[in-house]
Every structure is written in structure tokens, then in C-alpha cells.
């Protein structure tokens, strides 16, 4: 689980950020590869702003989808019901 001060960190990093950022330059800021923002972006999930063939991303926009990425880290698994076991004899 990410701690408060890793989370300030990386909103200090974004906050120092151009408000408005390519695909390359997010990709890098976030640490992953331009082709996950691109999914992203034909997906609907993280709105853009084309002019012309250039796509740009609003830094808001860019947090707005990290923060709806945001994962709890606890997954409950169902308990697996086993069948139960008939005796013979």
C-alpha cells in the first residue's frame, strides 16, 4: 500500500508538471508506457485534447484518471466450497 508521503511525493511531481502534458511526457511522469495511456484513451477512460494530430492531456485530467485507478490492495477471495465427501461402506 502506497504511504501519505509517496502520495504527496507524486502529487508534487505532477503538480510541478506543464498543466497541459503529451502522451510521452505523462507516460514518464506516471512510469508506465505511452501505448497503457493510449489504451486508455481509445477506451474512454481519460478524456484528450487533440489539435490536429497532436494529443494532449490536462495534468487535471491525468490525476482525475490516476485517482480512479486507485486500488484498496485487499482482495477478498469467496471461500471455495468443497463438495462434500460421502462415506461408503
Wanted: glycine residues 6%; positive net charge.
Amino acid at each position: 500500500m502506497i504511504d501519505d508521503e509517496a502520495l504527496q511525493a507524486f502529487a508534487g511531481t505532477l503538480r510541478d508538471q506543464p498543466p497541459f502534458l503529451t502522451v510521452r511526457q505523462a507516460s514518464r511522469v506516471l512510469c508506465i508506457s505511452s501505448w497503457l495511456l493510449y489504451q486508455a484513451i481509445r477506451l474512454g477512460e481519460l478524456p484528450v485534447i487533440r489539435w490536429g494530430r497532436r494529443v494532449v492531456l490536462d495534468r487535471a485530467d491525468l490525476a482525475a484518471f490516476v485517482e480512479s485507478k486507485r486500488d484498496a490492495g485487499v482482495i477478498e477471495h469467496p471461500r471455495e466450497a468443497t463438495p462434500a465427501r460421502r462415506r461408503i461402506g
